[in-house]
C-alpha cells in the first residue's frame, strides 16, 4: 500500500500563493492517478483536483480552475498544488489520496487570512 505524507501547507493572505507537495513511498507511484482533496471546518471533504498517471491529464473543481495547479514528479514519487490567488474560502486541510485506494495522506493545514 502506498504510504503519503503532505506538507508545504500554512497561513497566508487572500490573494497569496502556497504549493503543497505530497510524497509518497513505494515504487507503484507512476501507475496510478493522484488527487487532492480538501475538508473546511463543518463540511464534508471535495474533490480539488486530479492528475493522471503520466501527468498528461489534470482535472479541476470549477471553484478552483485557473487557480490551482496540478502536476507531479514520477522520478521522485511526488505530487504538488500550486495554488494561486488564494481565498478565505480555500481554508481547509488538504489531503492527497490514490485515486482508487483506500490510501490518503495525513492532510496539511491551510488557512487563508482576508
Known amino acids: 500500500q502506498v504510504q503519503l505524507v503532505e506538507s508545504g501547507g500554512g497561513l497566508v493572505q487572500a490573494g497569496g500563493s502556497l504549493r503543497l507537495s505530497c510524497a509518497a513511498s513505494?515504487?507503484?507511484?507512476?501507475?496510478?492517478?493522484m488527487g487532492w482533496y480538501r475538508q473546511a471546518p463543518g463540511k464534508e471533504r471535495e474533490f480539488v483536483a486530479r492528475?493522471?498517471?503520466?501527468?498528461?491529464?489534470?482535472y479541476y473543481a470549477d471553484s478552483v480552475k485557473g487557480r490551482f495547479t496540478i502536476s507531479r514528479d514520477n522520478a521522485k514519487n511526488t505530487v504538488y498544488l500550486q495554488m494561486n490567488s488564494l481565498k478565505s474560502e480555500d481554508t481547509a486541510i488538504y489531503y492527497c489520496?490514490?485515486?482508487?485506494?483506500?490510501?490518503w495522506g495525513q492532510g496539511t493545514q491551510v488557512t487563508v487570512s482576508s
Open positions: 489520496n490514490v485515486v482508487g485506494t483506500g490510501s
Open positions: 492528475i493522471n498517471y503520466s501527468g498528461l491529464s489534470t
Open positions: 513505494g515504487r507503484t507511484f507512476s501507475r496510478y492517478d
